[in-house]
């Protein structure tokens, strides 16, 4: 049967409909009813605040209507598409963008559905549960919370994170004038990796001025041409400001700073420790013996001989540690601040500690002279170094002594002061003996020889550069260094005794492409290493002890660095190759690493020294910790390197055109890295600087070499340099070189064709110098088929 088209039913007539809003409603209530009703419930659907009311039919049209017309006078806000909220109120749960944080580093979010006309509260973000394995939200981030309301306001408890890990830009704000408008918003990025330039968009613009330093976040979306969009987050700073370069840093790298107030109440609860169940090691002369501006002391030392007539010549060394445990429990908002800061970061001008300053430089710090909760150790050594027994104790101490590496180095080289006078027969006459035999263990194991020498910033009062220097190596860090070795290695094994997970320091052994790589370098400059020889760490001793005065010194110290492993955190065991050490864990830096932490609570709970030693949670996530970890100790070292590239580059701006002595310490396709001398600075010398050749980057001899002269550029060689660009805001420094290349080398092979760098006015293309204007087949200008375009149209003519 064939179905008939459908006839549509006719419209009314105009004048025989009614509008609806015109019709009077009987059970509609007023409008202040309506306004408690929603202040009641915060947020309501129109169906619920129907059913409330009891209203059906054209009265529940007649409802939408009214509500539409409170919202639009604005004595209410409309969230959803049917859903209303009264004024000042947020809805039970909501989608949030994370928009300021307070000078006390807690973070503020903002409703995401707000009606702009009627912009709603802030709610400041509740602290994480003990619980939760996610890291805190980030400035830009959007959240989905829940909403409560307190006698302090609003409070927002985080449920998911929905971006986190956005990208975001720190950069300096550029005002110019622009073709469309009077004025045009630019943001520099001060990552000298991505010299990327945005515009700026958005409201608040006006409040911009040019210098400032921001954070923004780009503007999803295809952007074709121009520089991409982006929006400002916060304003952090100004870039003629001295210590902006910490703070570009900290933002760059996202460290977590401040602490939630949660965290610092807790902090401020806490009492100076009581004996109870302590041992007593007050009697002990404990001293600290730090860098001489330090704030917090983890570790104090006391040594003497063994009088065990079974031991002869043997020391018995203290390592007492603040038993930072007893202060920072697990779960506690402490444990969840120190864990998501994993360590403390360090700068020139400031410290972003792991702990708040109540605890890390007040009690857990072992002043002198004050009772501190400690960990401590006792180790035995033989006359031969060897480390002969341990016991570790849970203790009440006391400093008898503050001292600082110069001070108590001073003491013991006959210039001993009003300090170490006193002290300098009875404590540290035998500190010194102890390390003396501690010396003769450590030669026999055998750690690595790499020298890395470190560079110190110091600032005056106002944050400027005054100088910046080599640090140089005492006997007094050298002991404190051993015997906090020493102490790690005893917690190690403690735990490994009583089958207590935990997590360890580990360096792994050189990867077998790194030692061939080493090998083949090797090779070309005459000294021959073993292929085949599993990498020792005495076979690296004997190789950088064999050329210590020779000329390439500097050069195979480079490369046997280069060819270790990166150290990290771990809960399985791979050993410490560079400390030649089978058992190797954190335990001497409890104020300002999370791993030491880590291993005092499994040794709390190992040796039962209490009911707040390691939870069967953080057994169950030791893996998750110590990759987190990993990463915040890799974050905070970038953070760290950058902002001292960018005070060096400060200090040497006014100094372009000046000679300096450096070193080769990298070499690429692109250039040479070189380190100066007296500063440590590090900079670039462009392969477009090098001359008029063709320089190819050997990977095996690490360095470039003249396709047609052959002269080279080798790693670690001693150079003179010439300082043509420092930009403080990127940290970068731009060198030309004076000094004349190595001549080439009859007998080597030659260099490999199709890495190259280009000289000045050159360009490559196929295999041999073209002069400028040639197209290098490789290098392709416009993309891929253009490149592919122009070869096919060569090939026509």
């Excluded at 300053?357 to 857990?364: E, F, I």
């Excluded at 935990?502 to 370098?521: G, W």
């Excluded at 169950?620 to 915040?632: F, G, P, W």
Aim: aromatic content about 6%; proline content about 7%; charged content about 30%.
């Amino acid at each position: 049967m064939t179905k008939l088209p459908r006839i549509p039913r006719a419209a009314k007539a105009p004048h025989l409909q009614k509008p609806v809003a015109s019709r009077p409603s009987r059970g509609l209530p007023d409008d202040q009813t309506l306004l408690d009703a929603l202040a009641a419930s915060r947020e309501i659907d129109v169906g619920d605040l129907a059913k409330q009311f009891g209203l059906k039919g054209d009265d529940r049209r007649a409802l939408r209507q009214r509500l539409k017309a409170l919202s639009e006078e604005g004595r209410l806000h409309k969230s959803g598409r049917k859903s209303f909220g009264a004024i000042g109120a947020l809805p039970d749960t909501g989608v949030c963008e994370v928009v300021e944080r307070d000078i006390d580093g807690e973070l503020w979010v903002k409703w995401g559905k707000t009606d702009p006309k009627n912009p709603s509260p802030l709610a400041r973000l509740a602290p994480l549960k003990p619980s939760a394995a996610q890291t805190p939200p980030a400035m830009g981030d959007r959240i989905y919370v829940r909403f409560e309301q307190t006698s302090d306001g609003w409070v927002a408890h985080l449920i998911k994170v929905l971006d986190q890990g956005a990208p975001k830009l720190v950069g300096v704000v550029r005002i110019g004038r622009s073709r469309k408008g009077p004025r045009e918003y630019r943001l520099e990025s001060v990552n000298r990796k991505e010299k990327s330039s945005f515009t700026l968009t958005g409201g608040n613009l006006d409040t911009l001025e040019d210098g400032d330093v921001v954070i923004a976040a780009p503007v999803g979306g295809v952007h074709k041409y121009g520089p991409k969009p982006a929006r400002v987050l916060e304003v952090i700073g100004k870039e003629d400001s001295p210590k902006i370069a910490s703070v570009m840093a900290i933002h760059s790298h996202g460290l977590p700073i401040g602490f939630q107030s949660s965290t610092e109440d807790e902090a401020k609860t806490a009492e100076p420790p009581t004996l109870g169940k302590r041992t007593d090691l007050r009697d002990l002369p404990f001293v600290t013996i730090d860098p001489v501006d330090a704030k917090d002391h983890d570790d104090a030392v006391y040594a003497h001989a063994d009088d065990d007539p079974a031991n002869p010549d043997g020391h018995v060394v203290w390592v007492a540690i603040a038993d930072v445990a007893s202060y920072v429990t697990s779960g506690s908002s402490l444990d969840r601040d120190a864990r998501d800061k994993g360590n403390s970061t360090y700068f020139p001008d400031r410290v972003e500690p792991m702990l708040p300053h109540v605890l890390s430089s007040g009690l857990c710090s072992l002043q002198e002279g004050e009772n501190r909760a400690t960990l401590a150790v006792r180790m035995v050594f033989n006359a031969a170094g060897k480390k002969i027994g341990h016991k570790f104790v849970r203790g009440l101490m006391r400093s008898a002594a503050k001292l600082s590496y110069e001070q108590a180095q001073a003491a013991i080289d006959g210039n001993p002061d009003d300090k170490t006078g006193p002290i300098l027969d009875a404590l540290l006459k035998p500190l010194w003996a102890a390390h003396a035999c501690l010396t003769r263990g450590r030669t026999v194991r055998q750690p690595l020889h790499i020298t890395s020498p470190e560079r110190r910033v110091k600032l005056d009062a106002d944050g400027n550069v005054v100088s910046i220097e080599q640090r140089v190596s005492l006997d007094a860090m050298q002991l404190i260094e051993e015997m906090m070795i020493q102490a790690n290695v005893s917690a190690a094994e403690e735990l490994q005794k009583h089958k207590t997970p935990l997590i360890y320091r580990v360096h792994e052994t050189p990867s077998l492409e790194k030692v061939s790589n080493l090998a083949d370098f090797l090779q070309t400059i005459g000294l021959p290493w073993n292929k085949g020889e599993p990498p020792r760490t005495e076979r690296f001793n004997a190789l950088l002890d064999s050329q210590k005065e020779g000329p390439h010194a500097e050069i195979i110290n480079e490369v046997v660095l280069r060819t270790q492993m990166q150290a990290h955190y771990s809960p399985e065991n791979y050993g410490h190759f560079g400390l030649n050490l089978d058992n190797y864990a954190h335990f001497t830096s409890p104020i300002r690493r999370y791993a030491d932490l880590i291993v005092h609570r499994g040794l709390i709970r190992a040796l039962k020294l209490g009911d707040d030693g390691l939870t069967d949670y953080e057994i169950k996530t030791l893996a998750d910790t110590a990759e987190h970890i990993t990463a915040t100790e890799r974050r905070s070292m970038q953070a760290e390197r950058e902002a001292i590239e960018r005070y060096v580059a400060a200090f040497l701006h006014d100094k372009v055109g000046a000679t300096f002595a450096g070193r080769i310490v990298g070499v690429t396709r692109f250039g040479l890295f070189v380190k100066l001398t007296d500063t440590g600075a590090d900079g670039i010398i462009p392969v477009s600087s090098l001359g008029n050749d063709y320089f190819v980057h050997d990977d095996v001899q690490h360095a470039l070499i003249g396709e047609r002269s052959g002269e080279r550029w080798r790693l670690g060689r001693q150079i003179e340099v010439e300082l043509t660009e420092a930009m403080p805001i990127t940290g970068g420094l731009v060198f030309k070189m004076l000094s004349e290349p190595e001549a080439a080398d009859p007998n080597a092979p030659k260099p490999r064709l199709g890495v190259r760098g280009r000289g000045p006015g050159y360009q490559t293309r196929g295999k041999g110098p073209k002069k400028a204007g040639f197209r290098d087949k490789t290098i392709k200008s416009g993309g891929p088929k253009h490149g592919v375009k122009n070869m096919k149209k060569k090939k026509k003519r």
